[in-house]
């Protein structure tokens, strides 16, 4: 069974990096498909972050220009999320999930997320 | 960017009955459309993949057709876990992008 789990600090001081983590079990993300990152700010909607591939190929959402990097450790079994510059905007659930690479690549599994806050 | 326009955006509804919800592309996105349930404080969960696949382990009381530009979720026969939110969400591009939610609450 897969399994992901995000982690990292709760609160960050605005113009600074977010960085989280998701560790993921029951799966080698050495074997493929892409993992990517999703949102949910306080009383809104999902919001696609980015997303990675172990070959390589990234993706991100252009309304965040920029500011994100997303990577993959093999060694580790881990997929990070970095986000820099962030304001109160960036206030949110952060949620990593598995994208499944056939069909019409859904999300297919997804860590229980993880909050956080966005501090002046 | 695709942009993904649900409606409504919130819908009352009782137990037993049947609740349509419709999901529309700004351009074609061919069957490349997905489905997920989102519970407050819980992991949204992947209901139906490719427009009308159910993803395995979930109730046959959840549909999705559709193709192109315009497509639906239908739920028949409401039970009580239904009530949530439900988010469509396209990977026809990979600049993936997710519709604004509708809201399904009971009556």
């Known amino acids: 069974q897969v399994q992901l789990q995000e982690s990292g600090p709760g609160l960050v001081k605005s113009s600074e990096t977010l960085s989280l983590t998701c560790d993921v079990s029951?799966?080698?993300?050495?074997?493929?498909?892409?993992w990517g990152w999703i949102r949910q700010p306080p009383g809104k909607g999902l919001e696609w972050i980015g997303s990675?591939?172990?070959?390589?190929?990234?993706y991100d959402n252009p309304s965040l220009k920029s500011r994100v990097t997303i990577s993959l450790d093999t060694s580790k079994n881990q997929v990070s999320l970095k986000l820099r510059s962030v304001t109160a905007a960036d206030t949110a659930v952060y949620y990593c999930?598995?994208?499944?690479?056939?069909?019409?690549?859904?999300?297919?599994?997804w860590g229980q997320g993880t909050l956080v806050a966005v501090s002046s | 960017d695709i942009q993904m326009t649900q409606s409504p955006s919130s819908l009352s509804a009782s137990v037993g009955d049947r609740v349509s919800i419709t999901c529309r592309a700004s351009q074609s996105i061919s069957t490349y459309l997905n489905w997920y349930q989102h519970k407050p404080g819980k992991a949204p969960k992947l209901l139906i993949h490719s427009t009308g696949r159910l993803q395995s382990g979930v109730p046959s009381r959840f549909s999705g057709s559709g193709s192109g530009t315009e497509f639906t979720l239908t739920i028949t026969h409401l039970q009580p876990e239904d009530f949530a939110t439900y988010y469509c969400?396209?990977?026809?591009?990979?600049?993936?992008?997710f519709g604004q939610g509708t809201r399904l609450e009971i009556k």
């Open positions: 029951g799966y080698s993300i050495s074997s493929g498909y892409y």
């Open positions: 990675n591939s172990h070959s390589g190929n990234t």
């Open positions: 969400q396209q990977s026809y591009s990979p600049l993936i992008t």
């Open positions: 999930a598995r994208l499944r690479g056939s069909g019409s690549w859904p999300f297919d599994y």
